[in-house]
């Protein structure tokens, strides 16, 4: 799904000050952090994810097989942090991060 850059720029503002939800770190991407992506995405549409890897490279690789698998749309990378977006399919107005 390609996000209009209005939408990129409304979700970036809406993503600076969340907090991220999700670190990945040396096991990289195991079943319980994707599911938990998963479950986060279907919540709250819009999340940040920590990468806490040392190599740029990997980093870059472990971001996009991430929204790969889990459907979503990357927003924005900088640094170790990474904006995903995945629109929900029954949109709960008290969870999700672009209805509150």
């Not at 096991?27 to 599911?35: D, F, K, P, Q, V």
Request: positive net charge; glycine residues 4%.
């Amino acid at each position: 799904m390609s996000l209009t850059p209005t939408q990129k720029k409304q979700f970036r503002t809406i993503g600076h000050s969340l907090n991220p939800i999700i670190t990945v770190a040396g096991n990289g991407l195991s079943e319980n952090i994707l599911l938990e992506a998963d479950r986060a995405l279907e919540d709250h549409e819009l999340i940040k994810v920590k990468f806490a890897v040392g190599d740029r490279e990997a980093k870059k690789q472990l971001i996009s097989e991430m929204a790969q698998i889990v459907e979503a749309t990357i927003v924005q990378e900088i640094g170790n942090v990474a904006l995903f977006y995945r629109a929900a399919k029954h949109p709960d107005p008290k969870l999700s991060n672009l209805l509150r």
